[in-house]
């Protein structure tokens, strides 16, 4: 079953855009995780939040979790043509087991030069 | 440094035929190992997952199965492939419940 869902599905935006992706869940987590995925290859570890975070930076990546809303947000500040792939947002279930990685549907991002 | 290999890279095969794809880590030792299916412009399907020899999880009852013979090497099997099991299959692992997931770069299964 699906434990995240990524809003919105698809965005298109211009390069020097910010991007902002958003990601919802169900259960308690122990942390979340984004991936990227270019089309037709695996997916790629961007960031990990742990339940205790609030938020998490990575170059041009800033990722926030609300526990409270079972939430978490990414944002791609400035975007490049190369940031165009979809992201996913992963969590695992304390109480199904943490070594289930669970992924959401996924919000593909398109940016346009 | 660890790397991750599966194969084939794409495969097709016809209806009821048997499938056998394989997933080996190379650089880590008990390496939680997983298998997932991504249908097209989907998400992806968590179907097995594996935190050591003879300890593997199935979480969609179909008809695939898995299996790990060696501590880094995950195995995803069918006896008879059915038309729905067209698909993106990804391996992947980590290293514990706190760790990121590493893929493979994937095997695009097409079931004629």
């Known amino acids: 079953s699906q434990q995240g869902e990524e809003d919105p599905q698809a965005l298109s935006i211009q390069e020097g855009e910010n991007a902002t992706m958003n990601c919802s869940y169900k259960?308690?987590?122990?942390?979340l995780q984004w991936y990227r995925q270019n089309s037709g290859r695996g997916l790629v570890h961007l960031i990990l939040?742990?339940?205790?975070?609030r938020e998490k930076h990575s170059g041009r990546l800033r990722v926030t979790l609300d526990t409270s809303k079972k939430s978490s947000s990414l944002l791609i500040t400035a975007s490049r043509a190369a940031d165009t792939a979809s992201y996913f947002c992963?969590?695992?279930?304390?109480?199904?087991?943490?070594?289930?990685?669970?992924f959401g549907k996924g919000t593909k991002l398109t940016v346009n030069p | 440094s660890q790397t991750i290999h599966q194969w084939p890279a794409t495969l097709v095969q016809p209806v009821g035929s048997p499938l056998s794809l394989e997933c080996t880590v190379e650089?880590?030792?008990?390496?939680?190992l997983y298998w997932y299916r991504q249908a097209a412009g989907r998400g992806l399907q968590l179907l097995f997952y594996?935190?050591?020899?003879?300890?593997i999880s199935s979480e969609v009852p179909q008809n695939l199965s898995a299996s790990r013979p060696q501590d880094r090497q995950f195995i995803l099997s069918s006896k008879k492939l059915l038309l729905s099991d067209s698909g993106f299959y990804l391996c992947?692992?980590?290293?514990?419940?706190?760790?990121?997931?590493?893929f493979g770069n994937g095997t695009r299964l097409t079931v004629t």
């Open positions: 594996s935190i050591g020899i003879d300890q």
């Open positions: 939040i742990r339940s205790n975070e």
């Open positions: 259960t308690s987590i122990n942390n």
């Open positions: 650089g880590t030792s008990n390496p939680n």
């Open positions: 992947a692992w980590k290293e514990n419940y706190n760790s990121p997931l590493h």
């Open positions: 992963a969590t695992d279930d304390i109480q199904g087991g943490s070594e289930k990685l669970v």
